[in-house]
């Protein structure tokens, strides 16, 4: 394992405390979001407390299924990226980060394709991953003739990164689908669900999420299930069959309770025959590409790099 960006380690922990303080000034939630919460949370832009900005450059459409996409398009298109935002399952959106999704297909002449997939509660699984299917299925048909290319790219964070890798799953085991996206990229996902070392150990440190918040996003989108249930390779994507994937860059922070989900990805994506690139951020907290860090840049302009090689 290879640590990232140690030369920002200081101003990265110095934020984190900043980040950490702030947190414990706020009313402590329980495990469980309130609807209160998902409310407040579903409003504001992932990470902050104002809404996001909508730009006039992104046009929100439904395709086959009803699933609703937001695109963004540039003037000139090398592939098409399908962007699956985080949010634990139960907020975030496909207009959530207009500004970074319309700067990256800019810089890395992408189309980029944001699904609007069904939330938990209301919707549990499989309504989210049903929703990445349709839209990947739907791309895999129709991207030569809406965008001009058969070059497709798949990627998300956190939970996103999570969907991504479900979705390729899919595609392969339901559709016989293989090789149509060329590349994933895959930002501080939780890949198991039933709970890596790492994400027990984590404790009660309020750095974004915790160990007691991930058990309780676990509960809203696999209501009911337990631990082992958990583990089911359709749910938790480290416990199933990775031949077939495509090259992917798997990225987190060491400061992140899901740091053993994408260490443990990465070996066994590698040992399933998929090149693999891995980068661990050095005092990364999860979701560190949200917050205006020296990290953050680095890390937008190698994703950019990335996806525009791949």
């Known amino acids: 394992m290879t640590i990232t960006d140690e030369d920002c380690l200081a ?59 937001r695109t963004f398009v540039p003037d000139r298109v090398d592939g098409v990226y399908l962007h699956l935002h985080g949010g634990g399952w139960a907020f975030g959106s496909s207009d959530g980060q207009d500004e970074r999704l319309w700067r990256l297909a800019v810089q890395a002449r992408l189309a980029v394709v944001s699904v609007e997939y069904r939330l938990a509660p209301e919707h549990p699984f499989p309504a989210g991953p049903d929703d990445c299917e349709a839209a990947a299925r739907w791309l895999v048909e129709h991207a030569a003739t809406e965008f001009g290319t058969e070059r497709l790219l798949i990627g998300g964070e956190s939970a996103g990164a999570h969907l991504s890798v479900m979705t390729l799953l899919r595609l392969r085991d339901r559709h016989g689908i293989t090789g149509a996206f060329r590349a994933a990229h895959l930002l501080f996902g939780l890949y198991d669900l039933s709970m890596t070392p790492s994400q027990r150990s984590f404790g009660p440190r ?101 996806l525009a090689t791949a």
């Open 11 to 69: 101003e990265t922990l110095a934020f984190n405390e900043q980040f950490e303080a702030a947190a414990a000034n706020r009313p402590a939630r329980g495990p469980v979001p309130s609807t209160a919460t998902l409310a407040l949370l579903r409003r504001n832009r992932l990470g902050g407390d104002t809404p996001p900005v909508r730009l006039p450059h992104a046009q929100d459409r439904v395709v086959e299924g009803g699933v609703k996409l």
């Open 206 to 306: 309020r750095l974004l999420i915790n160990t007691d918040s991930l058990r309780g996003i676990y509960e809203l989108f696999t209501p009911g299930m337990d631990g082992e249930q958990r583990r089911d390779p359709m749910l938790s994507p480290l416990f199933a069959n990775l031949a077939g994937l495509p090259p992917a860059r798997i990225v987190v922070g060491t400061e992140d309770p899901l740091l053993d989900d994408s260490l443990f990805l990465a070996g066994r994506w590698q040992a399933a025959g998929a090149p693999v690139q891995l980068g661990v951020v050095a005092g990364a907290m999860h979701g560190f590409t949200l917050f205006p860090l020296t990290v953050t840049e680095r890390e937008q302009r190698r994703e950019r790099d990335f």
